[in-house]
Every structure is written in C-alpha cells, then in structure tokens.
C-alpha cells in the first residue's frame, strides 16, 4: 500500500512540473513549391521557407506566418540528381536545399544543391564582404511593394551542399557536401574556405546533418552512407574517432551539455540518443519510415520528428522517448521551433504548403 502511494505522488509531482498540451494548427502557408526547409532566426522573429523547385526563399514573421520578402534566384543550367534513379539529370544550378542563420540573426547561409556553391543573404542587404563569385537574386518586398535587383556573396564548396551550421560564435560556417564526401569549414569574415576536409577516408561518405559543440570546439556530421557520425576538432580542423550511430543517420542535434546526440534514421524511422561520452544507445524510439528532420524545445523536454513516408510529426518527451502526440501532415520535410516554444513549423515538400503549430505546456 506504502509503495502504491508513493508511485501515486509521484506520478503527481511529475504531472505539476511538466503538463503537456495538444499542439493545435494556427496557420496554413499555400503556394509553395516543394519547400524544402524552414528555419527560425535565433532572435525568434524571422522564419525562413527554402523552396527547392520554386528556385527562391521566403522570409516571414515568425509567430504569424505573414510574407515579409520572396527573394527568387535568376537560374541557369546545370547537372542535378535524380535521388530515384540515382543517376544525373538536367536541372538548374539555383535549387536551395537548406539554410542557417548567423548568431545575430543577420545573415542567412543558403546551399545550392547543383551549383556546388553556398550563397549569404544579409537581411540589412549591406554584406560585408565581396566574394569572386556571385549570384543574382530579385528581391520583392511584401511590406513596402518593391522589387530590388542585387548580387550576393556565392562560395564555392564541394558537390551537392545540403546542410549549413553556423558555429556558436559564429565564426566559422560548416558545409555538408553529400556527393563529394565531404564538409567545407569557411571562415564567417570573409567568405573564405579554410579547408575542405574529407570524410571516411578511403569509404565513400554520404555526410548531411552537422551540429556543433556549444563551445564551437567540435563539430559532429551524421553519415548517411557510412552508419556513423563523423567529429572534427574545429580548432586543428582535423578528424577525430567515429561515433557508430545507426544505419542511415540523417539529421542530429545535440544536448545543451554536449553530452547527447540525437539522431533520425532515415531507413528505420528511428530516432536515437547516444551518449558521446561512451557511445552508448540511451533510448530509441519510432518516428516512421523515412524519419528527416528533428528539433526540439529550447528546455529539451519536447523533440519533434518528422516522416516523410507516413506523413506525420511524432512528438516525443526526451525523459523517456515516450509519445506524447502524432500531428498528421502530409510529406513533410522541413521542421523549426521558435526559441520561445511557442510555435512549430513543418514544410510539406510535395503539398507545397508550410503549416505553423501553436505549442503550450504548463509547468
């Protein structure tokens, strides 16, 4: 009877510190063409919408979803992929995979998935460094009515950039580069490649997903050809000892304290946490087949998971991987919390439209 009480209280306790509420739709953006990835700037007011066939990127309120500037590449032929029949097609270089913002929320890194090249956005359109090459872009303001013509900073990389991660003190920008097996470290400054460091060695790696250390000392790259994650010394930007990870790893985050990995497979529809300590798997829990992006809470209590294949974002609690709620979302691809909790954006890729959550938990 004692034992049963005390399970009771805390059951109680654990119910007072931490209440989860249904995450509820708010807002429905239309006419997208195959949105690729969302971002939330790290000040919370800007989201970022990367719309890989519609060649162009989005910048919006982040709380209410309302267009702020459509800024459109000016494309020109170039070889692309096709991830079906794994083989090269015809396409155009100006296809933008993913983005990430700089630490002050100033400048936007975007990749070019067939340009071999990253391009930086700078949202005060005053850059503060000029690069040999660049790339054209129309930038039509919502607000104010106008259109603007302008060339920003482009960067050469290594083939098929996906992934962009801004160290924490934003001094250097790391580069996935899927078809060159490789990560690109450019210095933030000047735009500069610092090195283009080569994974697996002899293997063929398929890197994609990247997070660093809060202390911007290490960085960690999720394979997905390879089942491992990749760690390199920022400071030497040399490789260090592999982490197993699982079969097809795809997008990775990391604990406040650096000690855990969070990982979606992308073959399993697992999503993992190891401990990098000891490379030990703490837990695993399904998120669906063909699991893509993960994000979670700025409290990590809450991590959301998206798969593509079964149309859905699995909400998590990260004391114990147990699910907390299924929101239906039909393909979704890219997914973002704003810093405050408050809301959850998700991309769906072949629906062209991007859905805005609102998020509450009482404490």
């Known amino acids: 009877m004692l034992k049963k009480n005390i399970y009771i209280l805390l059951i109680i306790i654990s119910t007072q510190l931490f209440s989860f509420l249904p995450i509820l739709e708010i807002t429905n953006i239309k006419n997208c063409i195959a949105p690729k990835a969302v971002e939330i700037s790290p000040d919370g007011k800007t989201a970022v919408i990367v719309n890989l066939e519609g060649m162009d ?195 990775i985050l990391l604990s406040k304290n650096d000690q855990f990995l969070y990982i979606s497979d992308n073959i399993s529809g697992k999503i993992l946490k190891i401990d990098i300590t000891n490379g030990q798997k703490i837990f695993e829990a399904s998120a669906g087949k063909m699991a893509r992006t993960i994000t979670m809470t700025s409290d990590e209590k809450i991590l959301f998971a998206v798969s593509y294949e079964e149309s859905s974002c699995t909400v998590f609690n990260m004391e114990n991987f147990e699910i907390l709620q299924k929101i239906k979302i039909y393909a979704p691809m890219g997914l973002a919390i704003t810093p405050d909790n408050t809301r959850l954006w998700i991309s769906s890729y072949k629906g062209g439209f991007v859905k805005i959550y609102g998020i509450s938990t009482e404490k």
């Open 57 to 251: 990127f989005w910048l919006a309120n982040a709380s209410n979803g309302q267009i702020i500037e459509k800024i459109k590449f000016f494309p020109t032929p170039a070889t692309g992929w096709n991830y079906t029949t794994k083989k090269p097609i015809k396409s155009f270089a100006q296809k933008p995979v993913e983005c990430a913002f700089s630490p002050d929320s100033r400048y936007l890194w975007i990749s070019l998935h067939n340009a071999a090249a990253v391009v930086v956005y700078d949202t005060k359109k005053e850059f503060i460094f000029k690069t040999v090459l660049s790339e054209k872009i129309s930038i039509f303001n919502l607000t104010a009515n106008n259109k603007k013509i302008m060339e920003i900073p482009k960067i050469s990389v290594g083939n098929t950039p996906k992934v962009i991660k801004i160290t924490p003190d934003g001094r250097l920008a790391l580069v996935a580069n899927w078809h060159s097996s490789s990560v690109s470290v450019i210095n933030t400054a000047d735009g500069k490649v610092l090195k283009n460091i080569k994974l697996g060695g002899k293997n063929w790696y398929i890197p994609r997903g990247i997070c660093i250390s809060s202390d911007s000392k290490t960085a960690y790259i999720a394979n997905m050809g390879g089942g491992n994650i990749s760690v390199i010394n920022l400071a030497s930007l040399e490789i260090l000892p592999e982490i197993k990870a699982s079969s097809n790893p795809r997008h």
